[in-house]
């Protein structure tokens, strides 16, 4: 029977080619059969006979859908697996094997993805595994290499026992088939065309070789010229061109009827690129190049240029694309502006099935459960507030109810266990708010307390029975089972946002019951346990993917990746990440089954295994760009990811010396409302204002009134809305006046920025500290100060080092005993070590204090000054108030008097010019506190006492008008306050991390 392989270059009517013969036979009655790469290029083709007409019966394939056309006539029986029970498949039979060289990677999810695509392309090659063992084995049967066919034999083996096929092994059934059993299949087969092909895999070729004889005509069209100079661009065609020519016994023709509908830059360019002619044509308006800042201002810059040929050039959407070399870099920043420039897109690629929200929200449900601890506060808070799960009518959850549990479980410091939340709101549901104890509230204000608390506690409670999966290791099939119920229950399908939400939830039960399924068919005596399921379900959750349905006559912009996008035509494309590393992409080679392997196994056994590292990459490009017909647009970001500069791709290079084009930045012409008013606020043109005027009149107005008030903000000059509160001095000078009672913390806050003191101190906002297990630093400092006053307290003879540590070793198990309770931390593995650590830190204090003040004894401890024995500091008429907790007081015998304060953090912050800029004025001032207001002597001296590093800090009060310095430091920050003068003022090493305005003031700056 006649075969014929027509060649052409890229773009010169072989599609159309087709399509008139197809529509020729079935005009005939005799319907053929037209086999193309992709669905895509299926639907594509689909689309255009309709639109031609007259081409009733004409079946268009994939590949896939041949082999199974082909397995119907030969009745042969077979099961085709998901991806789900190839997974659990391979994953069993890894299992089973008694890996040595891949033991480390045989629990790994990514191990078992690796292993699926290396079967794929091994059976794509029709590479058997024991021909493939028997060359392993005379190469020298490496463990990394014989380990690998070991699981590919006993997976290909397993197969067919069951009559099982994979998708690569659907082609090797319908061969064999069409070989042993089925020699009169297709010969009533009246024309069978392949078109959109760059490559064929040797399955394919032996399908076509079956075939050819059988079939009343073939037709096999293909890219490339038959006296091909152009290596660069025609190489993988020519390669593909010879195997057929070889394997069919036909030598290639050129195609019929030539024609092109490409305008004139495009034609030129599809003909010059990469040969030695060095003819340049005039590339506008059919030829554009975009440097833009980054993958995002690409995006933005790509969907704007084809929404101008949608709304200029009246395009239909689904005559232009958007292609990029990998869609994965690029995948989200597409779908967000899509939808501000209400583009309606087609992403063709199939998307990770764990990156969508609704499944992410039920594996974080089910993951909760066996974390250790369990029911961990991030996750319980993270499934109350999702909106893909209705807690509202199984536990009767109400609106700000998560806010409200996870206030609670910062107050009551829960890491997770389902005993923490019960302990902390138990605890909560005993008080009723903001009950006063030592002048502080217990439980602030805006926890739940009483009732509120009793509420959420049951809520919690039905929550935890809610989510209770059976009680003892069972089969896949049972917690699948619960898992169902579980989503049925919640009504997760119901609350799904769109269709993407309803095929990503579809693929998960196509997972689940792949679960059960292959534990069906690979039965296994062992039950499972809740870990061993969740980890199996993640595990295919993560090697699936999911796709949107194509909905016939919907027209949407073709989003695709080089691969997907062959054998289609545009009337315009965009081409994303003309960058050097992207497209070309850095290709790397396959670790498992290296290049050196496979280029022995193809030159030594005649396997059609291809390097790793094969680049087809200019092949690619040269196909990407031939897919449009009018117009083409070629993007590159300047900035890398991180930062730096990014060189332009050879292939933007090339195109440059081909056309006369000159790159420029983004068009301003604005795409959306967001980018109308971006332009808008640079320009501040009177045309655009008249426009959006009477356009939009309510979208300016608000506009207005936020820049009135974003102008008001990030002003230079003082105002409301950075920290001048200067109008509403009377407040702050009544507020802060002389019967205020201040603290040195409070003062040396307003002396490291004013807008944290007036956050902190006046608006009382906290920062929401994630809650941790063991001491924080404030917790830390308290229980050091227990335990120092504890000892002294204890010790006869405070002068004595030995008394002094027998007292510690006497006091220490009471303090940090009673130390988890008092200051509210939980106990971890290292609580033993943790105390170890104070006590040795404690004991070497003692010790080094007593030799460093051996002058002084000390006297007073944890010495209290305020209400009526306040500091007040007078200049003239005017005063001030302090308060305050001296740490330690020690007297010499003629009088003096040593102030000691203990710090756990380093002496670095405690220098003299911190006391200079006045940042540290603690120590002077309680110096002045000890001499006026507790009328205990002169202070001579004092200094910090770094606990950790046992040392004292630089800063002593020997320094020159210590106490002076630090008074008028004071005056400053208190009459400011009083002015109330607010303003930020960014520290020179930078903003502390727990400023409670660190989230939102546009001053900060964190410390490095």
């Known amino acids: 029977m006649p075969t014929h392989l027509y060649i052409a270059p890229a773009a010169s009517g072989k599609t159309r080619f087709v399509l008139q013969r197809a529509r020729a036979a079935a005009q005939n009655l005799a319907p053929p059969r037209v086999c193309v790469a992709t669905s895509l290029q299926a639907r594509a083709l689909k689309r255009q006979l309709a639109e031609m007409g007259g081409a009733l019966g004409v079946r268009v394939l994939t590949f896939d859908q041949l082999y199974a056309e082909c397995l119907r006539a030969t009745r042969q029986v077979y099961t085709e697996l998901s991806e789900p029970v190839l997974y659990r498949l391979t994953r069993a039979l890894v299992d089973a094997q008694p890996l040595t060289h891949y033991a480390s990677l045989k629990d790994r999810p990514g191990f078992i993805q690796i292993l699926q695509d290396l079967f794929g392309e091994l059976k794509a090659e029709r590479v058997f595994p ?9 190469l020298g049967g490496a463990p990394r290499l014989t380990e690998l066919v070991a699981i590919y034999a006993m997976y ?5 026992e069951r009559n099982w096929a994979d998708r690569a092994g659907l082609g090797w059934i319908a061969v064999e088939s069409l070989e042993d059993r089925a020699p009169d299949v297709a010969r009533d087969w009246a024309l069978l065309i392949v078109d959109g092909f760059d490559n064929f895999t040797q399955v394919q070729i032996a399908l076509l070789q079956l075939l050819a004889p059988r079939v009343q005509e073939l037709i096999i069209t293909l890219t490339g010229a038959r006296a091909s100079k152009r290596a660069q661009v025609h190489q993988r065609f020519d390669r593909t061109r010879e195997r057929l020519e070889r394997a069919l016994a036909i030598t290639a023709e050129p195609l019929p009827a030539l024609e092109s509908h490409h305008a004139p830059a495009l034609a030129h360019l599809e003909a010059d690129l990469y040969t030695a002619r060095a003819t340049r044509v005039q590339g506008a308006p059919h030829i554009e190049l975009i440097h833009a800042p980054d993958r995002v201002g ?27 070399r990998n869609l994965e870099n690029y995948r989200p920043v597409i779908s967000q502006i899509a939808r501000e420039f209400d583009l309606p897109i087609r992403l063709v690629a199939g998307a990770p099935l764990r990156t969508n929200p609704a499944v992410v929200a039920l594996l974080d449900l089910v993951q909760l459960l066996i974390q250790s601890p369990a029911f961990p506060r991030r996750l319980v808070i993270e499934a109350w ?21 996870d206030l609670a479980a910062r107050w009551g410091r829960v890491i997770g266990g389902p005993d923490q939340w019960r302990d902390a709101l138990a605890h909560l549901a005993q008080h009723s708010p903001a009950i006063a104890r030592d002048d502080e509230p217990e439980i602030p204000a805006h926890v739940p307390a009483g009732e509120t608390a009793r509420a959420l506690l049951t809520r919690f409670d039905q929550f935890v029975a809610l989510l209770a999966p059976p009680a003892s290791a069972r089969s896949y099939r049972d917690f699948v089972a619960w898992f169902e119920t579980l989503i049925e229950n919640l009504d997760v399908l119901a609350r799904a946002d769109g269709e993407i939400d309803r095929a990503a939830l579809d693929a998960l039960k196509d997972v689940l019951r792949g679960l059960v399924w292959a534990e069906e068919a690979i039965p296994s005596h062992e039950a499972i346990a809740l870990n061993g399921f969740v980890k199996e379900l993640i595990g295919a959750v993560d090697a699936a993917t999911f796709r ?9 912009i073709i989003v695709t990746d080089v691969i997907h996008a062959r054998g289609l035509a545009f009337r315009a494309v965009a081409i994303l990440g003309l960058a050097e590393g992207e497209f070309p992409t850095t290709l790397t080679e396959d670790p498992f089954l290296r290049d050196a392997d496979r280029a022995r196994l193809r030159d030594e056994f005649g396997f059609a ?6 680049s087809a990459e200019t092949e690619f490009f040269y196909e990407a760009i031939t897919r449009a017909r009018e117009k083409l647009l070629l993007t590159r970001p300047r900035l890398a990811d991180n930062g730096a500069e990014w060189q332009a791709s050879p292939f933007w290079e090339e195109v440059m010396r081909r056309v006369i084009v000159e790159p420029h930045q983004p068009a301003v012409d604005a795409a959306s ?27 300016l107005d608000a506009f207005d009134a936020r820049t009135r008030l974003l102008d008001a903000r990030t002003s230079p000059d003082a105002s409301p809305f950075d920290g001048d509160l200067s109008g509403d001095a009377e407040i702050f000078a009544q507020r802060f006046g002389p019967a205020y009672v201040w603290s040195a913390s409070q003062i040396e806050s307003y002396r490291t920025c004013a807008w944290l003191y007036f956050t902190a101190r006046v608006l009382k906002l906290e920062p929401r500290a994630v809650p941790a297990e063991g001491l924080d630093a404030a917790q830390l400092g308290n229980v050091y100060h227990h335990l120092f006053k504890a000892v002294y307290d204890a010790a006869r003879d405070k002068t004595d080092r030995a008394q002094l540590v027998a007292a510690l070793d006497q006091v220490a198990p009471i303090i940090l005993d009673a130390a988890p309770a008092r200051e509210g931390f939980r106990e971890t593995a290292w609580w033993t070590q943790t105390r170890a650590e104070i006590i040795a830190n404690v004991r070497a ?12 004894t000390p006297t007073l401890f944890e010495r209290g000054f305020g209400g009526a024995t306040a500091l007040v500091v007078r200049d003239g008429a005017d005063e001030f108030r302090l308060r305050g907790f001296i740490d330690r007081i020690d007297r010499a015998r003629d009088g003096r008097l040593l102030i000691i304060d203990y710090k756990t953090g380093g002496p670095s912050a405690y220098t003299i010019e911190a006391f200079v800029r006045g940042k540290r004025v603690q120590l002077p001032l309680y110096a002045l506190a000890a001499r006026d207001a507790l009328k205990l002597g002169d202070p001579t001296d004092g200094f910090y006492w770094h606990i950790q590093k046992n040392e004292p800090s630089p800063f002593t009060l020997r320094v020159e008008n210590a106490i002076e310095l630090a008074v008028e430091h004071s005056w400053n920050a208190i009459r400011a306050a009083r002015t109330g003068n607010f303003i930020p003022q960014t520290p020179a090493d930078g903003c502390p991390q727990w400023c409670p305005a660190a989230a939102f003031c546009w001053h900060y700056r964190p410390r490095w």
Do not use: C
């Open 130 to 138: 024991d021909d493939l063992l028997r060359a392993i084995n005379t």
């Open 156 to 160: 290909q083996k397993r197969l067919r």
């Open 298 to 324: 690409e995006a933005r810059a790509a969907l704007r240029w084809l929404k101008h040929q949608l709304v200029h050039d009246q395009m239909r959407a689904d005559q232009v694309a958007l292609i990029a």
């Open 385 to 405: 507030r999702s909106p893909y799960l209705d807690w509202k009518t199984r536990i009767a959850l109400a609106d700000g109810d998560a806010e409200q549990l």
């Open 548 to 556: 949107l349905p194509l909905e016939p006559g919907r027209g949407e």
């Open 609 to 614: 295994i291809n390097l790793s590292t094969a």
């Open 673 to 699: 409302w967001n980018e109308v008013f971006e332009a808008f606020a640079v320009t501040r043109d009177a045309a655009w204002r008249a426009w959006i005027q009477q356009t939009a009149a309510a979208r």
């Open 845 to 856: 204090a003692l010790i080094a204090l007593n030799e460093y003040a051996r002058e002084f």
